[in-house]
């Protein structure tokens, strides 16, 4: 596998997953996808980043431990929750900003970022028991 | 009104938690020091509990009450009546007294900030146990206090004899708690209250219950674990292994008088019946006779103390149990001047040990000269605690003879037996208030010198207490006592208190008896303490040595049980989870007689039986692969065919994580195939690929035959409904899978990210785990077992 055009062709598809990760996370509340999808699509470009260039290069690019990707993730999506208290309405309720910025319509939600927030503990989690099989006491 | 009114009893008996969080800081700064501010805080108590003894001397009652759990009518409540007040005073006076002399006793210790927090905790914890109201409140304070006695008899953690003596008590008293909550439950059933205040105002909605008996035993056995009343008495002398300081508060003037006030407080309410005045005398008596007798065998000052206290229980227990005003009154009494020459004398003994350097009475002797103050107050709580006049000790003494003389059955045997402790408790009581100070001077470790004013503020404080209390024995009585009696007894009781006895009566020759009796002992007693050893030797076993058993019995089973359950054969493990699932997925099916009836179905279209073909190579491909890694990546067709039929049915979502799903699992089973040292081909015999096929064939069998039965049940669709017609309007997406993902249902989404996280960090543990630290583990075990074993 660990060819000259695959080691070419790896940090190019890795880049490319990535966005495409984000994109379907991002339209996840109205199209196919969301954050669970999205993590695993982020996972397999990390895979795929890891057999051409080994652990050590994944970690390397990666800068944290998954694991620390993973619980803020965590966090991020318990945090999305607690907004709707301090409203005086039930845990969970969603809370929605909707605003135009340069004529484009966006809507941030206390949803988006629950579902930003899955899309982390699955790239955290799953990247880091990828990483930790894939790695050798020699590397 | 007490100061400021009842919220600020609320705030008094919260003030101990938050004295326990300034104990480090304080202590960081000021060293030992630090006692002088932290004891105002419990000083503080005494005070606010003082001003209440007027009202409740004239019986009235307070109660406040706040709201917790109001679904099951569960209040966070405190009850101010004579019981409770008498209580709160000594456990904040001498809880004042107690962080005085620990800030003399552990001058210089590392850890003392945290000794301090560990024993605030616990005033706190006894505050709320002796003014609870709500039981479940009462609970709460009750295991807190089991839980801060476990932090401070393992102080010394770095001690193994500490460590297990920590575990035991809290064995012992957490077994005990747990009966006292299944009491508790039991008393709310029978009588409909979680109140203690209400319970009292109808005393007879227990006794008259069919629940009486088991309420009777759970609560028992709350009070008998800790109180340490036979057999369940060994914890208590073992708890010395803590600092002097917690064996002075808890293990005697306080936390094991718990136990005695629970009964106390349930007297009015449950005493007066047969077996209530059989069954507690007849433990209490037990416990009287042992506990002094095992005390005799004793060298260590502190263990001489530690079982008198255990025969002190035995006795309050005795008291209680007879139900009758007046043996309540001697309880009462009793437990009042025990606190104070019993916290006494441990200090003492821990002044004594702090400066000569050794408790053993065999190389102590002739102190007199070197520690005058601590003899002096060694001497007055030693005379209260032989019970001779003019001491508080003497008034209880005298007054429980007389109850226990005039006790409604059994009178006498009760009194002699009463007499048979007392005696030795006055040998013993002898033999530390002599033995160390009097006779020829010993050489000790240390040169022995008088301790500083925190170390003898404590003792000297107690034992004038004692004396002052014997002397005003009248004002005593009505102020503190007699409130009381009045409490536990269920009615008010107004007996005068005389230092003097009026007339010549039975206690009175019973009082002389003891004192004969005990003299003898004393000049006996070092023939006696081999008496003891041989016949102790004799028995051979003991509840303490029966603790240990169960302990490594317990080990035993859980490792028998690991061995047997965990074999570390995945193939066995799998065929476990296969048979299960097959047991649930057919059982519901035979027992309701509901298979699904296959002549509704509709053939399927070219497409579909071309998809159907595709799984069907793959799974060819998997039985037949020549290794393990063509087998799994043949896995993968039959995968991505079923995701292609998602997609035909208009499931895009799940399609396509179904999709990401197949891929990954193929390169993490890869990635663990490379890591596990199997043979690459399949090496299983003829038979166990039989079963193993026939458990597959079934299990996917039986998902097929409850997917076809659920799909034939008329469906109701008011869930998709509600869905497709709010996911746009409230939750602003029009995907409707992902909105019930991150809002309708998000809080399941939290549960399963959550589990992913564990999971993640679980796959991370169990990957670092090297073969050597399995060898670690064992070694670890057994070392623990040797632990246990010695």
New interface residues.
């Given amino acids: 596998m660990n060819t000259v055009i695959f080691r070419t062709v790896a940090p190019f598809l890795t880049a490319l997953m990535t966005l495409f990760s984000i994109f379907v996370l991002l339209r996840g509340h109205n199209e196919p996808g969301g954050g669970f999808i999205g993590g695993l699509i982020a996972v397999s470009a990390f895979a795929i980043y890891g057999i051409a260039y080994g652990v050590a290069g994944v970690r390397r690019a990666l800068h944290v431990h998954p694991m620390s990707i993973a619980a803020s993730g965590l966090l991020l999506a318990v945090a999305s929750v607690l907004p709707s208290l301090f409203l005086g309405q039930p845990t969970m309720t969603s809370q929605w900003l909707e605003f135009s910025l340069f004529g484009t319509h966006i809507a941030l939600s206390t949803p988006m970022f629950f579902d930003i927030g899955v899309y982390l503990v699955v790239v955290g989690a799953i990247t880091s028991i990828a990483l930790s099989l894939e790695e050798r006491e020699s590397d | 009104m007490p100061l400021s009114g009842n919220e600020a009893t609320v705030w008094a008996l919260l003030l101990p938690f938050a004295a326990a969080a300034l104990g480090p800081v304080l202590t960081h700064r000021l060293k030992h020091n630090a006692a002088w501010i932290l004891a105002v805080f419990p000083a503080f108590i005494f005070i606010h509990f003082l001003s209440y003894v007027p009202m409740v001397a004239a019986g009235q009652t307070f109660t406040v009450s706040y709201e917790w759990i109001p679904t099951f009518g569960i209040t966070f409540s405190f009850y101010i009546d004579g019981l409770s007040t008498l209580f709160a005073l000594l456990v904040s006076g001498i809880g004042t007294l107690v962080v005085l002399y620990a800030g003399g006793y552990l001058k210089g210790h590392t850890q003392q900030g945290i000794f301090f927090t560990y024993l605030l905790l616990f005033m706190g914890a006894m505050l709320g146990v002796v003014t609870a109201d709500n039981m479940i409140t009462l609970f709460v304070y009750w295991e807190l206090t089991s839980i801060t006695s476990f932090l401070l008899i393992g102080f010394d953690h770095l001690r193994t004899a500490s460590r297990r003596s920590a575990l035991q008590a809290l064995v012992v008293t957490g077994a005990g708690g747990m009966a006292l909550l299944a009491g508790f439950l039991l008393v709310y059933l029978a009588s409909g209250t979680w109140q203690m205040s209400e319970l009292l105002t109808n005393p007879d909605v227990l006794r008259s219950s069919s629940l009486y008996l088991p309420i009777f035993i759970l609560i028992c056995l709350g009070a008998f674990t800790k109180s340490a009343q036979f057999p369940f008495h060994f914890w208590l002398p073992n708890a010395m292994e803590a600092p002097t300081p917690v064996s002075a508060y808890l293990h005697s003037a306080t936390m094991v008088k718990a136990g005695v006030y629970l009964l106390m407080r349930m007297q009015p309410v449950m005493g007066g019946t047969e077996i209530w005045m059989t069954v507690l005398p007849f433990f209490g008596g037990l416990t009287l006779v042992i506990g002094t007798y095992l005390g005799l065998r004793q060298t260590d000052l502190k263990l001489i103390l530690a079982y008198t206290t255990v025969a002190s229980l035995g006795l309050l227990v005795m008291l209680t149990g007879s139900s009758s005003p007046h043996a309540i009154q001697g309880a009462v009494l009793y437990l009042f001047a025990h606190s104070l020459f019993k916290g006494g004398l441990f200090m003492a003994a821990g002044t004594v040990d702090h400066e000569a350097g050794t408790r053993d009475i065999r190389k102590l002797g002739g102190l007199r000269h070197a520690m005058p103050i601590t003899f002096s107050a060694t001497v007055l709580a030693a005379l209260s605690m032989a019970g001779l006049p003019p001491l508080f000790g003497f008034v209880a003494k005298e007054v429980l003879y007389d109850g226990l003389w005039h006790a409604h059955s059994g009178g006498i045997f009760w009194a002699f037996t009463g007499v048979v402790g007392n005696s030795m408790m006055f040998a013993l009581a002898a033999i530390v208030a002599i033995k160390p100070f009097l006779g020829p001077k010993v050489e000790t470790p240390k040169h022995a010198h008088e301790g500083p004013l925190m170390l003898y503020a404590g003792p000297v404080v107690l034992s004038v207490a004692g004396l002052i209390a014997g002397l005003f024995v009248a004002s005593t009585g009505e102020w503190l006592v007699n409130p009381m009696t009045s409490a536990i007894a269920g009615h008010s009781v107004t007996k005068e208190l005389h230092l003097i006895p009026a007339h010549i009566n039975a206690a009175l020759f019973l009082s002389l008896l003891t004192i004969a009796l005990g003299s003898t002992l004393f000049y006996f007693s070092d023939q006696l303490r081999s008496f003891v050893d041989r016949t102790l030797k004799i028995i051979g076993w003991g509840p303490d040595k029966g603790f240990d058993q169960f302990i490594n019995a317990t080990v035993r089973l859980s490792a028998f049980v690991t061995r047997t359950v965990q074999t570390g054969d995945m193939v066995m493990y799998m065929r476990a989870a296969f048979i299960a699932l097959i047991f649930t997925l057919y059982t519901p099916m035979i027992i309701t007689g509901s298979w699904p009836s296959l002549s509704q179905f509709e053939l399927v279209t070219l497409t579909e039986a071309g998809i159907i073909a595709v799984a069907l190579v793959g799974l060819y491909a998997v039985l037949t692969a020549k290794n393990r890694v063509t087998a799994m990546v043949s896995l993968g067709i039959s995968g991505f065919s079923v995701a292609v039929i998602y997609l035909l049915f208009g499931a ?2 799940l399609s ?2 179904q999709f ?2 197949e ?2 699992s193929v ?2 089973l890869a ?2 195939m490379t ?1 596990l040292n199997l043979q690459p081909s399949d090496s299983r015999s003829v038979a166990s690929k039989l079963l193993d096929s026939s458990l597959a064939t079934l299990t996917g069998l039986g998902f097929a035959l409850t997917l076809m039965s659920v799909t034939q049940q008329p469906f109701d669709a008011s869930l998709s409904e509600f869905f497709t017609a709010f996911s746009r309007t409230i ?5 409707i ?3 019930i ?3 309708f249902r ?2 399941d ?2 549960g399963e ?2 589990v ?2 564990v ?3 679980c ?2 543990a169990l ?2 785990v090297r073969p050597v630290s399995s060898k670690n583990n064992e070694e670890t075990t057994t070392q623990i077992k040797q632990e246990a074993k010695s």
């Fill in positions: 895009p979502d396509f994580t990401m799903v891929t990954l390169v993490i990635l663990v890591r939750a602003h997406g029009r995907n899978v992902n909105v993902l991150v809002d998000g809080f989404t939290i990210i959550s992913v996280m999971t993640g960090l796959v991370l990957i670092r």
